[in-house]
């Protein structure tokens, strides 16, 4: 459990990292740079989320064995891979747009996916609502790019 929190904690910082990158490479577009923001503030709630969840780490909080480490993992190495690669090359607007849609589009499924495997209904319920708001972002993100690109 310790092992799967941390990877997730780690994920949510490496995508609060790539967006305050992002904002300030886009920082003479205001309504972007300030979306960003907010995407930087959100990923740096959910930081603090897990970091309390280790905290008060139960046990037996899993009502199941389909937690998937390795998928955590992958996901991981993906997020720390994208710190990497946005610091070497500038993306245009559109492919930072599109790339984001489809980082939280995964977060999203592996947050539902994960939330149904816990007893613990607090451990549950930040699982549920970290998905929320990955569901929130993509719509957020997908609706910007369909203002300024057109349809994704």
């Not at 490496?14 to 990158?21: I, N, S």
């Not at 309504?31 to 740096?44: C, I, K, N, P, Y």
């Not at 990955?134 to 300024?148: C, G, I, N, P």
Request: charged share 30%.
């Amino acid at each position: 459990m310790r092992k799967f929190l941390a990877c997730c904690e780690e994920i949510e910082q490496a995508m609060a990292d790539v967006y305050k990158y992002w904002q300030k490479t886009y920082s003479d577009d205001q309504e972007f740079s300030a979306l960003l923001g907010v995407l930087v503030d959100d990923e740096q709630a959910h930081v603090s989320q897990i970091k309390l969840a280790r905290r008060l780490q139960v046990n037996d909080v899993f009502s199941g064995s389909k937690i998937d480490n390795q998928a955590i993992e992958a996901l991981l190495a993906r997020a720390r891979k994208l710190l990497v690669d946005v610091k070497k090359v500038t993306l245009s607007k559109e492919k930072v747009l599109r790339t984001a849609i489809k980082m939280e589009e995964t977060f999203n499924q592996v947050h539902v996916a994960n939330a149904v495997e816990f007893s613990d209904p607090s451990i549950k319920a930040m699982f549920t609502s970290l998905a929320r708001d990955d569901a929130k972002h993509v719509t957020t993100l997908r609706d910007y790019f369909e203002q300024v690109f057109g349809k994704v």
